[in-house]
């Protein structure tokens, strides 16, 4: 370890932080019926386990950025490293759907400020002629923990148990965390200054939270329980009042005049029916595969089986 290069510290750092948010994701998904059996958890519940995540960490995304920007980038990825793994043995030791829904949530938080670090850290810290080699590495990482996540997953679920899919982050997050504090060299942006938009996250964090409250509880508690209705509307106009925000912040989250560009704005809309198709697919095949095809990932005794709790109501034939 002592005579570990910049360049191979910044890359293990990167892959291995980035690496847990991509791979606990793609991972989980796999657990979901054990999930199920273990916490009680209905339909809805899985949702929130699954987007709760999403929520707070798209949200933060770009804030953790500017965070890194202004107080250390490798401080604050080291921060939400911590913050993710941390998360990550609150949601092992979950006893109830709702402590893992808010330790989800907590996971989220960490991701937000580690994730946006990774790409700052190689550009601040790497010199010009090996940036583009190390890019090319850690990009790689990405989609191959994404692809490997179900495989892990499932294994993990099948010889321990679900909650083994967020211990594994326990090791990851400590040796990212030692190796950042040791061999990585701090930077930051030496320009950025003025306040940073935190009407902008508050404002799209109540604004997507309570659709997404809507969106969930709709179809359980009907979609014209006052509480359905309500939060919709909230939601509506919380995000409405994002875009007003957003429109006359002198330091915006969201900048709009990007949109003016076409290839910005197809390149945002192709990345959202990506992801939307990427999230969904997951969850309903895993639903699928293992309460309908009875493809269990892990030993149970309700598992693949007529008795087995489902989520989800399955048409007679």
């Known amino acids: 370890m002592k005579n570990i290069s910049t360049e191979t510290a910044v890359l293990a750092v990167t892959i291995l932080s980035t ?26 519940g899985f949702q929130w386990i699954l987007n ?21 980038r490798v401080r604050v990825l080291i921060i939400g490293t911590l913050i993710f793994t941390i998360a990550s043995v609150l949601c092992g030791f979950a006893t109830n759907l ?33 940036r583009g080699r190390t890019l090319g ?3 790689t990482f990405s989609p191959l923990v994404v692809m490997l996540g179900p495989l892990v997953g499932g294994w993990l679920t099948t010889t321990l148990s679900w909650r083994a899919i967020f211990f ?45 409250f809507g969106l969930i509880e709709g179809p359980q508690l009907g979609w014209v329980n006052a509480l359905v209705l309500i939060s919709i509307f909230v939601g509506l106009i919380s995000l409405a009042a ?27 809309a192709l990345s959202l029916f990506h992801y939307l198709g990427l999230s969904s697919i997951f969850f309903f095949l ?10 269990c990932f892990y030993r149970s005794p309700f598992a ?11 048409p007679s034939v």
């Not at 326990?170 to 030496?190: I, Q, T």
């Not at 925000?245 to 197809?266: D, K, T, V």
């Open 137 to 139: 590495i850690w990009g």
């Open 168 to 212: 594994i982050n326990v090791p990851l997050g400590l040796l990212a965390c030692w190796l950042a504090w040791r061999k990585v060299p701090e930077s930051r942006d030496e320009t950025a200054t003025g306040p940073l938009d935190w009407p902008g996250v508050l404002t799209l964090m109540l604004g997507l939270g309570a659709l997404l």
């Open 286 to 295: 895993t639903l699928n595969f293992q309460q309908v095809r009875g493809l």
């Open 304 to 314: 693949c089986t007529a008795d087995a709790p489902s989520p989800i109501s399955q």
């Open 52 to 72: 709760i995540y999403i929520l707070t960490l798209s949200v933060l995304l770009l804030i953790g950025g500017a965070l890194g920007d202004r107080y250390g």
């Open 19 to 44: 690496g847990m948010v991509y791979l606990d994701q793609s991972a989980l998904n796999v657990a979901i019926p054990q999930i199920q059996e273990s916490l009680n958890a209905d339909v809805a």
């Open 242 to 268: 994002f875009v007003f925000i957003e429109a006359r912040s002198p330091a915006p989250l969201m900048p709009l005049h990007l949109f003016r560009n076409r290839a910005f704005s197809g390149i945002n």
């Open 98 to 130: 709702e402590m893992l829904i808010v330790a989800r949530g907590l996971q989220g938080v960490g991701g937000a400020l580690l994730v946006p670090g990774g790409l700052a850290i190689i550009n601040a810290t790497v010199p010009p002629e090996q």
